[in-house]
């Protein structure tokens, strides 16, 4: 097998959907290569260098959103946005995966190509930093909920029967059962727009 920077990271992803993040490590993934330890330093010089290629990957895979021609910024954050928590999820901790990392340089035409189009709308650098901050934190947190353990079925039954005494609760947890987490995740999303849509008339 030639080992180079593709095959490895494909071999990440699959050992991270295998085996979750937290037992993802250089000496497992050298041991699915076939490979010594050290030779995987010959393309990343520690684990975060790793996390970075990964979650690059992972986004040139699946987060392929562009603007489209007449489209307002405000649609286009919510598909670019949507398009990016939908990454997050293809794989296993995703939201994990993603955390604490940055922009990667290679991308960074890509990035201009977004940020000039809201540019053009009337958006400042500085608020199409802070609304790209907002969002995609948004995003990697509802991911981050829904990739984690859920609760047993005997504490949500729990809770649900002692909300019944709480009629205002008890309607509010109902909503929450009975709609999908991308229907929550898009609702929250609407309103962060909506915010700063009024931020913006503000000004």
Known sequence: MKLDKSTIIDAALDLLNEAGIDALSTRALAQRLGVQQPALYWHFKNKRALLDAMNAELLTRYDACVPLPGETWQSFVRRNVSAFRHALLSVRDGARLH??????????????????????????????????????????????????????????????????????????????????????????????IAGFETLQTAD
């Open 99 to 192: 955390a604490g990392t940055e922009a990667d340089p290679d991308n960074l035409e890509k990035i201009e190509a977004m940020a000039a189009f809201m540019a053009n709308q009337g958006l400042s650098p500085a608020d199409i930093m802070s609304l790209n901050i907002a969002t995609s934190r948004y995003a990697v947190g509802c991911v981050l909920e829904e990739q984690s353990e859920p609760p047993s079925v005997e504490r949500t039954l729990a809770l649900d029967t002692r909300a019944r005494a709480y009629p205002t609760v008890a309607a509010g947890i109902a909503s929450y059962r009975n709609n999908s987490a991308e229907t929550h995740f898009l609702f929250g999303l609407d309103l962060l």
